[in-house]
């Protein structure tokens, strides 16, 4: 799709950033640090919600000029990620993830796509990502497979960090793709950053949260920031400014005569 179904990478895709090492000597996991599997259990909980409405505004830099865009995004818990967009008061394009896929049409070239996952991932310049995985990333939760047997757990003055002792590695269409970790979290076990290392290719994909809110007993990151580097750089920004609970109509259908683009 053109510019603004690429802006929207993080729907569709939704078509600071520095990992936090510790400056401070790390305390061992081998020394209790309350203990091992609370930490872990924490980090791994599920948002607490079953429907949730996020206004946005979304900031992306690709190369070329993509303005500002508000948006509404509205979450069905573990069903639907929907997703309409305005670019200075004009409605640019809509978009919607299931655990099938991907959908979304933008309004300047009357065009639209239907995809797996393989779209968003292509456009994160990573391999593993489903609709669980996206999900949790747009929510600040752990969006990788982590366990106290693949990850060394540290302690520092600015919270915590994860750093993988083993590869994670995932299969995709009988390819196997295999990452280093690292994680960073506040003293309230928050998501603070991720980044992650392609290990037979240059590609990487770090993303930050910041500002977290608690918003009827879930909390919530204000700031999203997302970079793409390797084989596609790009930087996606997310200003979260109002969180709602209430349930909203979420309708897609592609408008007459536009033209489905083919994912390459």
């Known amino acids: 799709m ?8 993080l729907m569709i895709a939704l078509i600071s950033c520095k990992t936090k090492t510790a400056v ?10 309350a203990s091992n599997a609370n930490f872990f259990n924490k980090i791994n ?10 206004n946005s505004r979304i900031t992306a830099e690709t190369g070329k000029f993509i303005p500002p865009l508000d948006a509404t995004i509205y979450i069905e818990k573990d069903k639907k990620v929907w997703i309409n967009m305005v670019a200075i008061f004009l409605n640019v394009g809509r978009g919607i993830a299931t655990p099938e896929g991907i959908k979304g049409y933008e309004k300047l070239n009357k065009t639209y796509i239907e995809s797996d996952f393989s779209y968003l991932n292509s456009l994160l310049n990573v391999d593993f990502i ?19 047997k693949d990850f060394k757990l540290t302690k520092n003055a600015q919270g915590y960090v994860l750093t993988s002792i083993k590869n994670l590695s995932f299969q995709t269409n009988g390819a196997v793709s295999e990452y280093s970790a690292s994680l960073s979290y ?3 076990m928050d998501l603070e950053n991720v980044s992650l290392q392609k290990l037979d290719a240059p590609d990487q994909l770090e993303v930050s949260y910041s500002n977290w809110e608690n918003f009827e007993n879930t909390k919530l990151p204000k700031n999203v920031k997302i970079i793409i580097k390797g084989s596609k750089n790009g930087q996606i920004l997310l200003e979260n400014t109002k969180f709602d609970s209430s349930k909203m109509d979420a309708p897609y259908s592609v408008p007459n005569n536009y033209t489905k683009t083919e994912i390459k």
Do not use: C, H, M
């Not at 909980?45 to 996020?54: G, R, S, T, V």
């Open 24 to 33: 401070e000597n790390p305390i061992s996991t081998n020394t209790p640090i």
């Open 2 to 9: 053109k510019k603004y179904i690429l802006a929207s990478a």
């Open 186 to 188: 506040n003293d309230a």
């Open 45 to 54: 909980e599920k948002a607490d919600f079953q429907q949730l409405k996020i």
């Open 130 to 148: 489903d609709y669980g995985a996206f999900q949790n990333l747009l929510l600040g939760r752990t969006f990788i497979p982590v366990n106290d």
